[in-house]
């Protein structure tokens, strides 16, 4: 692994990553980035070349919607030629999602984008901010004899680097908040760097970048459960003007079975409407012709969502939506990985 000096762009969007406590009456406000090494001493100490930006006004990540997904890929676009890797600070709450909507929306990055944030303000004692800024500058600097470690869009946690769109938030308390289930993470950050190279997709070297602009949130989450009314699900696929739905099952991908149920989702995919089916369990794969009850869905032309996260189905379907695909070509996507979000 290489050492040389990279120049890294940090990208603070908003989040409780960027706030310090004021002396005066203890509250939360916005650190002004001129000051951070105050914050954190130790960036003194990191020789790469930092330079520091913010989204306009920032936001915190419960307010995070598809035009600030657009907003941070033009970002990384617009400066990509002129830094060796960024890094997006942004709240936890939302990470994943952003992070899955940037592996879509960045095609052919051959940089790394590292999203990071904290649990607890970074000018707070106890705060979980200055490790994971600091290990998440060290991924992105990380080079060997080709290039970067590690390219591609990745979020890093608590002394792990993550794929991005592999990504969901587990835990609203602890410092370990994130978690892969099925993919590998792609390196241990403790005493050494530890990377995972077989589970690193590096992209071919011949391509230029591209990012798109276009997505559409004409989506929605729609979650089985024990007692699920004819009523409910009649009403959800007619009140709503609706592209696409995300439906989570149970274990592998099952669902009711009564021929009322089947009836709503095949009528509403016979007009047009796009269903994608992903499990609710933490981890694990939708394989539908399993059980018979996944064939049902299948068979009324419910589309399995393999081993797809909820976050990166939604970006996912919100990006191929907005490319105005036609549903042949809609449909083999969804079915097909884009950027490494299914097996």
Same mark, same amino acid.
């Given at each position: 692994?290489?050492?040389?000096?990279?120049?890294?762009?940090?990208?603070?969007?908003?989040?409780?990553?960027?706030?310090?406590?004021?002396?005066?009456?203890?509250?939360?406000?916005?650190?002004?980035?001129?000051?951070?090494?105050?914050?954190?001493?130790?960036?003194?100490?990191?020789?790469?070349?930092?330079?520091?930006?913010?989204?306009?006004?920032?936001?915190?990540?419960?307010?995070?919607?598809?035009?600030?997904?657009?907003?941070?890929?033009?970002?990384?676009?617009?400066?990509?030629?002129?830094?060796?890797?960024?890094?997006?600070?942004?709240?936890?709450?939302?990470?994943?999602?952003?992070?899955?909507?940037?592996?879509?929306?960045?095609?052919?990055?051959?940089?790394?984008?590292?999203?990071?944030?904290?649990?607890?303000?970074?000018?707070?004692?106890?705060?979980?901010?200055?490790?994971?800024?600091?290990?998440?500058?060290?991924?992105?600097?990380?080079?060997?004899?080709?290039?970067?470690?590690?390219?591609?869009?990745?979020?890093?946690?608590?002394?792990?680097?993550?794929?991005?769109?592999?990504?969901? !938030?587990?835990? +609203?308390?602890? %410092?370990?908040?994130?978690? *892969?289930? #099925?993919? &590998?993470?792609? /390196?241990?950050?403790?005493?050494?760097?530890?990377?995972?190279?077989?589970?690193?997709?590096?992209?071919?070297?011949?391509?230029?970048?591209?990012?798109?602009?276009?997505?559409?949130?004409?989506?929605?989450?729609?979650?089985?459960?024990?007692?699920?009314?004819?009523?409910?699900?009649?009403?959800?696929?007619?009140?709503? !003007?609706?592209? +696409?739905?995300? %439906?989570?099952?149970?274990? *592998?991908? #099952?669902? &009711?079975?009564? /021929?009322?149920?089947?009836?709503?989702?095949?009528?509403?995919?016979?007009?047009?409407?796009?269903?994608?089916?992903?499990?609710?369990?933490?981890?694990?794969?939708?394989?539908?012709?399993?059980?018979?009850?996944?064939?049902?869905?299948?068979?009324?032309?419910?589309?399995?969502?393999?081993?797809?996260?909820?976050?990166?189905?939604?970006?996912?379907?919100? %990006?191929?939506?907005?490319?105005?695909?036609?549903?042949?070509?809609?449909?083999?996507?969804?079915?097909?990985?884009?950027?490494?979000?299914?097996?």
């Amino acid at each position: 692994m290489k050492s040389r000096n990279q120049n890294l762009l940090i990208i603070y969007t908003g989040g409780t990553i960027g706030m310090v406590e004021d002396p005066d009456d203890k509250s939360l406000k916005l650190l002004d980035f001129n000051h951070i090494s105050e914050e954190i001493s130790e960036l003194k100490k990191i020789k790469h070349s930092i330079t520091w930006k913010s989204l306009d006004p920032v936001i915190d990540s419960s307010y995070i919607n598809p035009e600030n997904w657009i907003q941070m890929a033009q970002m990384v676009f617009d400066y990509y030629n002129e830094y060796d890797g960024f890094i997006i600070l942004h709240g936890t709450d939302t990470m994943a999602y952003s992070a899955s909507a940037l592996s879509f929306l960045l095609e052919n990055l051959r940089k790394p984008v590292v999203y990071t944030g904290s649990q607890l303000p970074i000018g707070l004692i106890r705060t979980d901010g200055r490790e994971n800024l600091i290990s998440a500058i060290e991924v992105a600097s990380s080079t060997n004899a080709f290039g970067p470690m590690v390219p591609g869009v990745t979020i890093c946690f608590e002394n792990k680097l993550f794929k991005g769109n592999r990504t969901t !938030k587990f835990s +609203a308390e602890d %410092f370990n908040a994130f978690i *892969s289930p #099925n993919y &590998p993470v792609l /390196a241990e950050l403790g005493v050494h760097l530890k990377f995972n190279k077989e589970a690193i997709n590096y992209p071919e070297h011949n391509k230029t970048l591209r990012v798109y602009n276009q997505l559409d949130p004409n989506i929605a989450i729609l979650k089985v459960f024990p007692g699920i009314s004819s009523d409910f699900i009649k009403n959800f696929f007619t009140n709503f !003007k609706l592209r +696409a739905v995300i %439906f989570e099952t149970y274990g *592998s991908g #099952n669902a &009711p079975t009564e /021929a009322w149920f089947i009836d709503i989702l095949h009528n509403y995919i016979n007009h047009g409407g796009i269903i994608l089916n992903v499990t609710q369990c933490m981890a694990g794969r939708v394989e539908q012709g399993k059980y018979e009850t996944g064939l049902a869905l299948q068979n009324a032309g419910v589309i399995g969502g393999s081993d797809i996260t909820t976050e990166a189905a939604v970006t996912k379907l919100m %990006f191929l939506l907005g490319k105005g695909l036609d549903r042949e070509n809609l449909i083999f996507w969804l079915n097909n990985s884009i950027s490494g979000e299914i097996n």
